[in-house]
């Protein structure tokens, strides 16, 4: 089975702290996805990467920057982290593609920034 | 890109047959669709993806018609496990454009 695997479940942090999610996938996806969910919103692509060092912004990269430095690795960055980054952020891998629509989804991490 | 618009939330009794439906009325050539659940403190799951006509695994059946601007996802015999918020995916698998997902059908299935 496909494992995709978020480091926190829950994170709390403050307004102006500098914020680390990672993400970890073991099926050797060329592509991995950063989302955030938000009630009545659905999900948002954040960025995504479809090769090492390689990614593109999504609907909403404003506050976010991410790196991919192995292809099993994509981590997303908040330089600043503020009250409105408050979300279930989820990530995701899939493979080029036909296959690019099917991804994987990790569990999912809720971060509050206080 | 294609935007697809779904129904917010739909209702049931275990052991119906549930239909729902997507409109993407500007789908493109090469598009393909996608749906996935996704229950409460989860991910999204995968569950059927097609193209045209009909598409059935052991989960679901897909259903597009010839114009293809809308699909319905088709659940058999709901169970209580079904509940959950749907979501429909279209966009082009070749390349690196996005993908927009919708904003999720909230299916509650009662006993």
């Known amino acids: 089975d496909v494992k995709v695997t978020q480091s926190s479940r829950y994170l709390v942090k403050r307004t102006g702290e500098k914020v680390f999610l990672e993400c970890v996938q073991d099926?050797?996806?060329?592509?991995m996805f950063w989302y955030r969910q938000d009630p009545g919103l659905g999900l948002r692509l954040i960025y995504f990467s479809y090769d090492v060092k390689m990614k593109e912004k999504g609907d909403i990269p404003e506050g976010y920057s991410v790196s991919r430095e192995k292809k099993e690795r994509f981590s997303l960055i908040l330089e600043s982290a503020s009250t409105n980054q408050t979300s279930m952020y989820l990530c995701?891998?899939?493979?080029?593609?036909?296959?690019?629509?099917?991804?994987?989804f990790g569990a999912g991490t809720r971060l509050s920034v206080l | 890109l294609a935007k697809t618009t779904q129904p917010i939330s739909m209702d049931s009794y275990e052991g119906q047959e549930v239909n729902i439906t997507c409109s993407h009325n500007n789908i493109a050539t090469n598009d393909y669709i996608t749906w996935y659940q996704q229950f409460p403190s989860q991910g999204p799951r995968f569950i059927i993806q097609g193209y045209k006509t009909k598409v059935t695994n052991e989960v679901a059946s897909l259903f597009i018609p010839a114009d293809r601007k809308s699909s319905t996802l088709s659940l058999p015999r709901v169970s209580l496990s079904d509940t959950a918020v749907y979501y429909c995916?279209?966009?082009?698998?070749?390349?690196?454009?996005?993908?927009?997902f919708g904003t999720g059908t909230r299916l509650q299935v009662f006993p």
């Open positions: 995701a891998s899939s493979r080029q593609g036909l296959a690019k629509n099917i991804q994987y």
């Open positions: 995916l279209v966009g082009l698998s070749y390349n690196t454009d996005k993908l927009i």
């Open positions: 099926m050797d996806h060329e592509n």
